[in-house]
Nanobody
């Protein structure tokens, strides 16, 4: 089994920065898992934000390109999402997810494990 625990959410003013982290643990977790970040705003579907494979190749949804950066520390089994130039529309619960096949994908259903989420609120 794999556990994912997010941390680092909070309240920030528009234009500000925030970083969220996701620590992975569990007997079956592997550094070769692909990791992703998704977000869900109230009354909206959960949407893809960014993903990274074991070697560091990353992908982003268009709305966050140039503002968000996903990274990982395989030694610490931790993935990060650095968010800059935040906008009110970035307000959401942010979820970490793991794909055991090592595939970076934008599809929610392709991820095997999920964290509980961390709230990010951007005030205008």
């Amino acid at each position: 089994q794999v556990q994912l625990v997010e941390s680092g959410g909070g309240l920030v003013q528009a234009g500000g920065s925030l970083s969220v982290s996701c620590a992975a643990s569990g007997r079956t977790f592997s550094r070769y898992y692909a990791m992703g970040w998704f977000r869900q705003a109230p009354e909206k579907e959960r949407e893809f934000v960014a993903a990274i494979n074991w070697s560091g190749t990353s992908y982003y949804t268009d709305s966050v390109k140039g503002r968000f950066t996903i990274s990982r520390d395989n030694a610490k089994n931790t993935v990060y999402l650095q968010m800059n130039s935040l906008k009110p529309e970035d307000t959401a619960s942010y979820y970490c997810a793991a794909n055991s096949a090592g595939v970076t994908t934008i599809k929610r259903g392709d991820y095997d494990y999920w964290g509980q989420g961390t709230q990010v609120t951007v005030a205008s």
